[in-house]
């Protein structure tokens, strides 16, 4: 089970948390619990780290951290002795990551490696507050340092498990827990390299540590409690009529999360797909809800388009010239380089004549793959082969997604109709060879219509 943010981002809600884990235990299952951060604290940990490369050190928010945490402590633990242990220890990681603050202040420089050692503070605090609400349940419970299970490559800001390291691990740390039936609760989105350093597995990573971790254990389901009824048509906060999908394939799934759709993290259903094990997406708000069910088949009955998704904050990168046609190898160097920046392809498109190709990268990431490539095409360029390597503005991609897209006629008229209609521009287009999606860009501001337009359009707020 793991729980977000919000699902912890009170006294409140860690105490619902923890009834939630220990009813399922008391109805004879064995659990493990993954805990995100409190709500909004990954933030702010980042943005002290940044301050204070900048010199600006500020140790506010090391004493609203500490009484924030000790406050849910005071309200969740009665009992005295365990209290303070849960405090004693709140206090030392907030020494740590003072420390680290510190000495960045003094060196002004943040390495990617520094940065997960200070992000992943937030899970640090919030574990040994959900272990003691659960023990408070009559549940034995205990935290558990992912840095201890989770073993993962050196690339900080965003590791990749090492699953064979994290098996034994994980066996070794939890089995002898949970057989003597307590529920450990581990801390989400951090990791260790295999020396020990810590890592983060990015941004909303704590979704994928469940997965790691129920892989690792062979566990029955994984359970993702977050702050709506599942995964839905669209996302509830832009498209207010949006309905949950009951079931969906991983494959689906996937899809969803790596075009937008926040409440997985994009790369949690391949651990679980891996070793077929179901993943539930549940709201801790709404527990009796059914919330949904990530199976193999999905759901057989259902109709082409699922769910619409949308990803800000992009930028599309146009290689053009009327040279480059014919000419071969331009598309192989220019991935080349971008794979060289570890850069991640969100979308591609060419246009048949050759002479453009464009794909479209994160904001945070585009600069440094554009200077990459005017440097790795320079030669094509003064050949004139290439007359432009371009970043336009910020943009969105709008994805469509289904598994049953595949051979079903049709779907690509509706979807430009509706953006047709609703008068809004599309600025490139791409269709996987898997026919799971039609991803398109439009402008970042007419996104958020254009997702209503094609969620109204297949009439997805209607149940079948
Ligand atoms: P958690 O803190 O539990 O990990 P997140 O904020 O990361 O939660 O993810 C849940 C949020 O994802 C929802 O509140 C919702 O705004 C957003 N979201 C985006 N797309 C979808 C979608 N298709 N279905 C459900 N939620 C979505
Ligand atoms: N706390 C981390 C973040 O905010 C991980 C997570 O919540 O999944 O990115
Ligand atoms: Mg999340």
């Given at each position: 089970m793991k729980f977000g943010g919000t699902s912890v981002g009170s006294a409140e809600r860690i105490a619902q948390a923890a009834q939630l884990a220990a009813d399922t235990a008391a109805r004879g299952h064995q659990v493990v619990v993954v805990t995100s951060a409190m709500s909004k604290v990954t933030d702010a940990l980042i943005a002290a780290a940044r301050g204070a490369t900048g010199g600006q050190w500020d140790s506010r928010l090391r004493q609203e951290l500490f009484d924030k945490h000790t406050a849910v402590a005071e309200a969740l633990i009665g009992d005295p002795v365990r209290r303070d242990?849960?405090?004693e220890s709140l206090r030392q990681r907030l020494d740590r990551f003072e420390k680290l603050c510190f000495g960045l202040s003094m060196v002004h420089e943040l390495t990617p490696r520094l940065l997960d050692a200070i992000s992943g503070t937030g899970e640090m605090l919030a574990a040994p507050l959900l272990a003691a609400a659960i023990a408070a349940r009559g549940r034995p419970s205990d935290a558990v340092d992912a840095t201890e299970i989770v073993v993962t490559t050196d690339q900080f800001g965003g590791a990749e498990p090492l699953i064979e390291e994290t098996r034994m691990k994980a066996a070794a740390r939890l089995r002898p827990a949970i057989a003597r039936g307590e529920i450990p609760v581990v801390t989400g989105f951090i990791g260790a390299t295999s020396d020990g350093v810590m890592t983060t597995l990015g941004r909303g990573g704590s979704d994928y540590s469940a997965s790691i971790i129920g892989a690792a254990l062979e566990a029955d389901e994984v359970w993702i409690w977050t702050d709506v009824d599942g995964v839905m048509t669209a996302n509830p906060s832009?498209?207010?009529?949006?309905r949950t999908l009951s079931e969906i394939s991983y494959s689906e799934a996937s899809e969803l999360a790596y075009y937008g759709a926040k409440v997985l993290?994009?790369?949690t259903i391949l651990p679980a797909f891996r070793?077929?094990?179901?993943?539930?997406?549940?709201?801790?708000f709404n527990p009796t809800h059914p919330g949904t069910r990530v199976t193999v088949e999905g759901d057989p009955a259902a109709r082409g388009v699922k769910a619409v998704t949308s990803i800000r904050g992009v930028i599309m990168v146009a290689i053009s010239g009327t040279g480059m046609q014919g000419i071969p190898g331009i598309v192989a160097k220019t991935f080349d380089v971008v794979a060289a920046q570890q850069a991640n392809v969100l979308m591609i498109s060419q246009a048949s004549s050759e002479n453009n190709i464009c794909f479209v990268l994160s904001a945070a990431e585009a600069p440094r793959v554009v200077a990459a490539l005017r440097t790795g095409l320079e030669f094509e360029l003064m050949r004139g082969h290439i007359e432009e390597i371009s970043a336009e503005q910020q943009v969105a991609i709008v994805a469509a997604i289904g598994d049953r897209m595949r051979g079903t006629p049709g779907?690509?008229?509706t979807v430009f109709g509706a953006l047709g209609k609703a008068g809004i521009n599309v600025i490139a287009i791409s269709q996987g060879s898997s026919e799971r999606n039609i991803s398109l860009v439009?402008?970042?501001?007419?996104?958020?219509?254009?997702?209503?337009?094609?969620h109204r359009a297949f009439q997805l707020e209607k149940s079948m």
């Open positions: 242990a849960v405090i832009e498209v207010p009529e949006a993290h994009y790369k070793q077929r094990i179901p993943v539930r997406i549940l709201n801790s779907i690509a008229a439009v402008t970042e501001q007419e996104a958020a219509a254009a997702v209503r337009a094609i």
